[in-house]
């Protein structure tokens, strides 16, 4: 199998602010684990992390993964404060396209059924982005959505001169 590595590469957060489904988060956190990049959960969830549901998406990376857990959006806010955070919302005002993105930077998803809170979303209204969709349909699937931002913010902080494939 190939693998890709580099001690010099940049790193990002994921933040899921009150995931509810158990597979969309073990999808993120297997994306994660292959990227290197932190997963903040935002509680209350939806389920709990024993989940059996939640085991199974993220099958038996769980280890290679960091997970932080805030016990509030506000505990999660004051963790983050100075830090670069970046919202995904289809109500952004943005295209995922145009976030300034950055080492560190914390790239934030709401929950599948509520998205991120308005409120939230209004105080950082110029940090805001959304996915443009075309089709019939109102929304991406959470773990879609995370994936297609992830790996364009690893594109646009050098993705490909960061990392070399080593083959095994």
């Known amino acids: ?3 890709i590595s580099n001690a010099s590469q940049p790193h990002l957060n994921i933040v899921l602010v009150h ?3 158990p597979p969309n988060t073990g999808n993120v956190a297997r994306l994660c684990g292959a990227t290197q990049t932190t997963l ?3 509680h209350p969830l939806g389920f709990k992390v024993d989940d059996k549901h939640l085991k199974r998406a993220g099958l038996d990376y769980w280890e290679e993964v960091e997970i932080m857990h805030h016990k509030s959006l ?3 806010l004051a963790y983050s404060k100075g830090k670069r955070l970046l919202l995904f919302s289809a109500r952004g005002k943005s295209p995922y396209t145009e976030a300034p993105y950055s080492d560190g930077a914390f790239l934030l998803f709401g929950s599948e059924t509520k998205g991120l809170p308005r409120q939230l979303l209004e105080n950082m209204k110029n940090s805001t982005y959304y996915i443009p969709i075309w089709g019939k349909v109102r929304s991406l699937n959470l773990s879609t959505s995370v994936g297609i931002v992830t790996y364009e913010a690893y594109r646009v902080l050098g993705f490909g001169a960061h990392w070399r494939i080593t083959f095994q």
């Open 1 to 3: 199998m190939d693998k």
């Open 19 to 21: 995931p509810e489904i």
């Open 40 to 42: 903040h959960l935002v």
């Open 74 to 76: 506000d505990a999660f």
